[in-house]
């Protein structure tokens, strides 16, 4: 079997994704995702004017050796852009193995190692009063863990907060829209709303808190013990990721877990965070980090050091990311949480896919490959849109340094 081609398919229903879809001369497709927000279209043009020509006449049951021929052959090592790319291609691989073989990409991979894939949602609101609303309609749906994110009293905008429930879109104007950010206010606001959950829902629903690389090191340990009583699965992102000595302080200070790693692109940005044990749980996920090949070796070296999978899923991360990230949770013996944040119903459209949500879990479709496709027809009627994720100043004016 050969690769004949592969299409990049940039496409906007609602917000932008890009889509490698692979053809073999046997008329078996595989897919997988490209979309990086913000920088679609460099994902895009990497993948058209200098990967696509390299893949027409490889066989693609050559997974690794595919991996190992665009990685060390680029020469210029990881990085966004390079790493998407390769994961697409990564991806789009494994779902044509899986059609091949006949078996859902699962099985490839061990098979499953539990019932479900437990997902968390997004309960956010402008009020204590809303988050409450909001907490309640995640556990009607089932949900087992839910994310919350609270308005801060005195700051007009927050990043993750947003009228649009169950999903919303963060990257929301052609240009950057600004925010504006305060430590002082923040602290003071976010444990009042954690109390208030636990008030209202109880001690053991899982709840958990994105700060979004707000804060610095020992802010972000105030900010872990001050939720300690509110025992929160997780934090996440206390602080920006390039410095990982800086998490020992946070480690020093405070028992609340810490998640991290949605930015990261490979092992190496992830490595001494998870052999020192500073994380609890890694974010990274399939589009981002190189594939189903490279985010398998990154869970199996946090398995030795009692790391969990965490992975990102917000709606950035197209139904084909969701799709692949499914199958490497269900097989991995370390998977901790997956975040789910729905999809509107015109993307829904553009990717039909076969996985499923039920009682708080989500189950990847049982059919060859990953069980998701691009439907290019509709793809074509949503053009790329510029849309760009927000920039955050502080009170003074300053762009927020870290
Ligand atoms: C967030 C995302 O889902 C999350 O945890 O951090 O909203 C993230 O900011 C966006 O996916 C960025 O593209
Ligand atoms: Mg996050």
């Not at 810490?258 to 589009?287: K, P, S």
Request: include cysteine; charge should be negative; proline fraction near 6%.
């Amino acid at each position: 079997m050969r690769i004949v081609d592969a299409r990049v398919i940039v496409t906007c229903p609602g917000r932008n994704f890009v889509t490698l879809k692979i053809v073999t001369d046997e008329g078996v497709t595989g897919v997988g995702d490209a979309t990086l927000n913000g920088r679609e279209l460099a994902v895009a043009s990497y993948l058209r004017d200098h990967v696509v020509p390299l893949l027409i006449g490889r066989d693609p049951a050559r997974i690794e050796d595919t991996w190992q021929y665009l990685y060390q052959g680029a020469y210029w090592r990881r990085g966004p852009v390079t790493m998407s790319a390769i994961a697409a291609v990564d991806t789009a691989l494994w779902d044509i193995k899986g059609k091949v073989a006949n078996l859902p990409v699962y099985q490839l991979l061990g098979g499953r190692s539990r019932d479900g894939v437990t997902v968390y949602g997004h309960a956010n609101g402008e009020t204590v009063e809303d988050v409450l609303v909001e907490v309640a309609r995640y556990v009607d749906l089932g949900y087992r863990a839910i994310r919350v994110q609270c308005g801060v009293p005195g700051l007009p905008r927050t990043y993750g907060v947003s009228a649009d429930k169950l999903f919303y879109e963060p990257a929301d104007a052609a240009l950057p829209s600004e925010a504006t950010w305060s430590t002082a206010r923040y602290l003071a606001h976010v444990p009042t709303v954690f109390a208030r959950v636990r008030d209202e829902f109880g001690p053991t629903l899982r709840l958990l808190h994105d700060v979004h690389h707000r804060l610095s090191p020992i802010e972000a340990a105030r900010l872990g013990k001050s939720l300690e009583p509110h025992a929160l699965t997780w934090m996440e992102d206390p602080v920006p990721a390039e410095l990982p000595e800086g998490f020992r302080l946070i480690r020093q200070h405070t028992t609340t877990p810490v998640a991290v790693g949605e930015v990261f692109n490979t092992i190496w940005d992830a490595a001494q965070l998870i052999r020192e044990q500073l994380i609890d749980y890694i974010r990274t996920t399939v589009v981002h980090a190189g594939g189903i090949t490279h985010l398998r070796r990154i869970f199996d070296l946090a398995a030795l050091h009692h790391v969990r999978s965490g992975s990102h899923g917000a709606t950035d991360l197209s139904p084909v990311c969701m799709a692949a990230a499914l199958h490497l949770d269900l097989a991995i013996p370390n998977f901790g949480l997956q975040e789910y944040m729905r999809h509107t119903d015109a993307t829904d459209e553009v990717f039909p896919h076969g996985y499923r949500y039920a009682d708080g879990y989500l189950h990847p479709a049982e059919t060859p490959g990953l069980g998701v496709d691009i439907d290019e027809e509709a793809a074509a009627r949503y053009p790329y849109a510029p849309a760009y994720l927000p920039v955050n100043r502080l009170e003074d004016g300053t762009v927020h340094p870290w």
